[in-house]
């Protein structure tokens, strides 16, 4: 078996990636996941203060595929009709006709998500998980690819409706953009100095080449000991005494799926243990449940649940074995 990933692949990943820089200034390592995310056909959830690049990433990758991209503002009033579409009567052709909603995208930012109310964040997860809306008992199917990118605010929590387990565990990752170095903040000044460059942005690739990259990252090989290595990842989230409720088996299969999705984007067709453990935090801390005692860390500063989370995950990475043999057959 070819153990690289073919030329055009990893060109055409190269060609969104360094697209995207020309407007986004120091985020290689989010874009990556993003594009680890649309070849999984996952969804992504954003958390970080306002003003950090989240709108502008979303749109610059959307445009380097030449996707369709929408933005909802969640709010208080939103209803998930607003979300889904509606059925309305249509009097010149007598009978009701079905009016899509922002959902019938290809990449829908859902922004600060968690204003909405938990009526309206449910009507997302059959859309997210079967790719499907479903008005008056009659099924839509949505435009591949589809993939949610929801933003959040850590900071405020007035008026806000925390996200529920059951929703967090379908979103295949978890990220931050966070702010930039004095470096970064300056090629940002100098960048957007006399004018925005998302609006003269091309697109570099097609949906359907990203359509076979999906297809691609489907036959990237996993070795047993990967198996297992994930596994006991996974199992000891279970097992942890830190946690209250451990990874599913629906983040066993993301897990994996990421990490074949990361091996192709950087050029093999078989994983690694380092694709693994690139992905542990981002795939996997948001899933858990910790309890509160583990609020704080053992220098007494304040943790959030997703950085007790993610201090948890760092550890169990540490514990378990790491396999050594040849990954690539």
Same mark, same amino acid.
């Given at each position: 078996?070819?153990?690289?990933?073919?030329?055009?692949?990893?060109?055409?990943?190269?060609?969104?990636?360094?697209?995207?820089?020309?407007?986004?200034?120091?985020?290689?390592?989010?874009?990556?996941?993003?594009?680890?995310?649309?070849?999984?056909?996952?969804?992504?959830?954003?958390?970080?203060?306002?003003?950090?690049?989240?709108?502008?990433?979303?749109?610059?990758?959307?445009?380097?595929?030449?996707?369709?991209?929408?933005?909802?503002?969640?709010?208080?009033?939103?209803?998930?009709?607003?979300?889904?579409?509606?059925?309305?009567?249509?009097?010149?052709?007598?009978?009701?006709?079905?009016?899509?909603?922002?959902?019938?995208?290809?990449?829908?930012?859902?922004?600060?998500?968690?204003?909405?109310?938990?009526?309206?964040?449910?009507?997302?997860?059959?859309?997210?998980?079967?790719?499907?809306?479903?008005?008056?008992?009659?099924?839509?199917?949505?435009?591949?690819?589809?993939?949610?990118?929801?933003?959040?605010?850590?900071?405020?929590?007035?008026?806000?409706?925390?996200?529920?387990?059951?929703?967090?565990?379908?979103?295949?990752?978890?990220?931050?953009?966070?702010?930039?170095?004095?470096?970064?903040?300056?090629?940002?000044?100098?960048?957007?100095?006399?004018?925005?460059?998302?609006?003269?942005?091309?697109?570099?690739?097609?949906?359907?080449?990203?359509?076979?990259?999906?297809?691609?990252?489907?036959?990237?090989?996993?070795?047993?000991?990967?198996?297992?290595?994930?596994?006991?990842?996974?199992?000891?989230?279970?097992?942890? &005494?830190? %946690?209250? !409720?451990? #990874?599913?088996?629906?983040?066993?299969? +993301?897990?994996? $799926?990421?990490?074949?999705?990361? @091996?192709?984007?950087?050029?093999?067709?078989?994983?690694?243990?380092?694709?693994?453990?690139? &992905?542990? %935090?981002? !795939?996997? #801390?948001?899933?858990?449940?910790?309890? +509160?005692?583990? $609020?704080?860390?053992?220098?007494? @500063?304040?943790?959030?649940?997703?950085?007790?989370?993610?201090?948890?995950?760092?550890?169990?990475?540490?514990?378990?074995?790491?396999?050594?043999?040849?990954?690539?057959?």
């Amino acid at each position: 078996m070819d153990n690289q990933a073919t030329a055009a692949d990893t060109t055409v990943c190269s060609r969104i990636i360094n697209n995207v820089n020309q407007v986004i200034v120091g985020k290689d390592k989010q874009i990556e996941l993003l594009m680890v995310a649309l070849l999984v056909g996952g969804h992504v959830l954003l958390e970080d203060v306002p003003g950090t690049g989240k709108t502008k990433t979303a749109r610059a990758l959307a445009q380097s595929l030449k996707l369709d991209f929408k933005r909802v503002q969640f709010t208080i009033d939103l209803l998930p009709s607003d979300l889904t579409g509606i059925n309305y009567y249509d009097r010149s052709a007598e009978k009701f006709v079905f009016r899509p909603g922002p959902l019938f995208t290809n990449i829908l930012l859902a922004d600060e998500i968690n204003r909405a109310t938990a009526r309206t964040q449910s009507s997302l997860l059959e859309c997210m998980e079967e790719k499907q809306v479903t008005v008056d008992g009659q099924t839509h199917v949505l435009p591949p690819p589809f993939l949610v990118i929801a933003t959040q605010n850590p900071i405020e929590s007035q008026g806000t409706f925390p996200l529920p387990e059951a929703q967090l565990d379908r979103f295949l990752m978890q990220l931050s953009m966070n702010y930039p170095t004095h470096e970064e903040s300056i090629a940002i000044l100098k960048r957007f100095a006399t004018d925005d460059p998302l609006t003269t942005l091309s697109s570099v690739a097609s949906p359907e080449e990203l359509l076979a990259m999906q297809q691609e990252a489907k036959q990237v090989f996993v070795a047993d000991a990967l198996y297992e290595y994930a596994t006991a990842i996974v199992e000891e989230t279970r097992n942890h &005494l830190q %946690v209250r !409720v451990g #990874a599913s088996p629906r983040a066993l299969l +993301a897990y994996v $799926s990421a990490a074949k999705a990361l @091996a192709l984007l950087r050029g093999r067709k078989f994983c690694t243990p380092d694709d693994f453990k690139r &992905l542990s %935090v981002p !795939v996997l #801390a948001h899933r858990l449940s910790v309890h +509160a005692s583990a $609020s704080f860390s053992s220098e007494g @500063a304040f943790m959030s649940q997703h950085d007790m989370a993610a201090s948890v995950i760092k550890s169990i990475v540490d514990k378990v074995p790491c396999p050594t043999e040849d990954f690539s057959r």
